[in-house]
Every structure is written in structure tokens, then in C-alpha cells.
């Protein structure tokens, strides 16, 4: 029975990666932050600026789905398990407004967002066998980074777009509760070279992203 239902595990992550990549999945049903804020006009200078910012942390919550599905299936606490489910469908939300964002100033999505997706199901599914304190603490350094990406794309983001800086921030404010969440959970502090390899992966990604 329970190779069956790892099976059946396998089987909806392959179903979630379809949908992340190429659909917008299910959402929590929360409203887009920006929605009732005036679009901007934007110069072709700031909209393409705005297009690599999005892509990234689109690219980013594509990755987020990997990697939060991946360790839901090797956490051996149900709770902790269901803990990861539901920051999932809280990313989904994020994927939605920033795929609402990148039609808005005419961008791309990244053309690597099955990689991105399959690479942080590895490494999340690796997490999660290593024991759920070091999957919860592999969560809370990955939020704590992307925290910290997040205040970098707000700092260069035009002044005047509203809508963008609007979902950004409730990003933030939700990455930061998984983050603390998973403390809460009993996460342990990961070593200083694994943290320093997460960062270096990281930058790759977002550098990548940006472009492609």
C-alpha cells in the first residue's frame, strides 16, 4: 500500500510539473494583489526591465513547485507533508500573478521552466529523504534567499509600476511565513557549504531566467 501511494505521488507531480509549465494551476483563489491599482505607462525601456524581473521570479515559483512537491513526497510526518502541499498551492497564487504580469508588459515565460522544475524536484525529493528537519530547513534557507531576491527586483523595479510592486511584496510577505513556518516546524539550521552552493545555484538560475 505504500508503494502505491508513493506511485500515486509520482504520478500527480508529474501531472502538477505539466500543469506549472505549460497551464496555470489551480490557485488558493486569492485576488492578484495589483488588480484594482491603475496599470502604468511604462517606457519600452522599463517594460523589458519589468520582463526580465517577472520572468525571473516566475521562474522562480516554477521552481518553487518542484521542489515543495518534491519533498512531499519523501516526508515521512503526514503533517509536514501537508505543511509543503499548502505552501505549493500559496506559490501557485504567486504563478498566477506573475504570469498575469509578464502578458501585461508583452514578456516571455523562461524557455528552461520544465529544467527548472524537474532540477528542484531532485533536489527537494534529496531533502526530504535526508529527514524532515533538514527538508524544513532546506525551506527555510531557499525562503530566506528568496526573501532577500525579492528586495533586490523591488529596489530596481520602475517607481511607478504599482501592479508589479503590489504582487512582489505579498510574494515577499508569504515567502517569509514559510519560511517561518518551517522554523516553527523544528527546521534545522543547514551547514554554511550548503548554504553558500544555494546561493551560488541560485544566482545561476535567476541570471539565466532573465534572459532565457
Known sequence: MR???RLDDLINAIDQSLRTVYATPPTTGRPDPGANLEESELTEKERQLVGRLIRVDHAGEVAAQGLYNGQAIT??????????????????????????RLAAVN??????NPFWYWGSFGIGALAGYAGDRWSLGFVDETEKQVVHH???HLARLPSNDQRSRAV?????????HHAYKARAAGAAKLPAPIRG???IT????TSTAEYL
Open 3 to 5: 508503494h502505491l501511494n
Open 107 to 112: 514578456a516571455h515565460k523562461s524557455y528552461l
Open 75 to 100: 516526508a515521512r510526518d503526514e503533517n509536514i507533508r501537508e505543511q509543503m502541499r499548502k505552501s505549493a498551492d500559496e506559490e501557485n497564487d504567486h504563478l498566477a500573478w506573475c504570469e498575469s
Open 168 to 176: 512582489l511584496t505579498q510574494m515577499r510577505t508569504d515567502e517569509g
Open 197 to 199: 552552493i544555494m546561493r
Open 150 to 152: 525579492l528586495d533586490e
Open 202 to 205: 541560485s544566482k545561476v538560475m
